[in-house]
Each structure stands twice: as C-alpha cells, then as structure tokens.
C-alpha cells in the first residue's frame, strides 16, 4: 500500500484530483519500437486553462486507434462543473471527433484555425474518448 500527504494552504478540488491521480497512477516509460524516420516526434497534447491545474479534465488515457489512422484520446471532467476546455495537440491535425468506446465516431469537432486545437464542452465528470487524425 502507498499513501500520500500534500502539504498546502487551501487545496481545490481538482488540483487534490490531480495529485491523486499522479500519486495511485505513476508515469512509467516503457520503451517501444519505431520505424525510422526523419521527422521528429510531435510536442506533447496538453490543456490550455488559466492555469496548468485549473482545467479540471484529466487526460486518462492515450493510444493508437485500432485501426491504426488515428490518436486516441481519453478525458474526463474531474471537479463536477460544466466547464469548456481547450486541447492543444502539438502537431497539426487533420480530423478530430468524439466516439464511443468502441472507437466509432459520435460527432465531428472542429478545429481552430491553427489546425492544432479544439475547443471541447465537458458537462460535470463527463468522460469523452476523442479520436484525431495526424496531418501527414
């Protein structure tokens, strides 16, 4: 068993989500294989918010798609508020869309002039599985 305390003043709710999220679930590098290429790897997706943990979604999870063509995304509101976020993806994008868990696509979302970033409604502890398809 692990156990965590955070010292703090005044602690807000999804920044406690957060920390334990970081704490019960902790990053691990496993390395991979990877076709050789030229191109470098793209910046990491993040969430654009006042500040780096006042977005209150938390990014779950993050995959290659089961056909192969696309990203797949996996978020979810933590604080139970309705709020709109942003996603910064850190590479330019072809096509994003909400699916269902089994990955068939629900709904086209549309992306900001950039081509990189989507603006995404989440109503209080929604779970939303995004998939998006790299430029190529």
């Given at each position: 068993m692990r156990y965590g305390l955070s010292v703090h003043g005044l602690i807000f709710r999804?920044?406690?989500?957060?920390v334990a999220a970081e704490l019960n679930h902790?990053?691990?590098?496993?390395?991979?294989r990877?076709?050789?290429t030229n191109a470098a790897a793209p910046p990491i997706t993040r969430l654009i918010g006042p500040s780096s943990h006042a977005t209150g979604a938390i990014?779950?999870?993050?995959?290659?798609?089961?056909?192969?063509?696309?990203?797949?995304?996996?978020?979810?509101?933590?604080t139970g508020a309705p709020r709109k976020i942003d996603i910064l993806f850190g590479f330019p994008?072809?096509?994003?869309?909400k699916t269902?868990?089994?990955?068939?696509?629900?709904e086209e979302i549309k992306l900001r002039a950039d081509g990189q970033t989507i603006d995404l409604?989440?109503?209080?502890?929604?779970?939303?599985?995004?998939?998006?398809?790299p430029k190529k």
């Open positions: 999804n920044r406690a989500m957060r902790p990053l691990i590098a496993v390395q991979g990877r076709k050789a990014i779950q999870t993050v995959k290659r798609s089961e056909d192969g063509q696309a990203i797949i995304f996996r978020l979810y509101e933590s994008v072809e096509a994003a869309h269902d868990l089994h990955e068939k696509v629900t409604p989440l109503r209080p502890f929604e779970i939303v599985t995004l998939r998006v398809v």
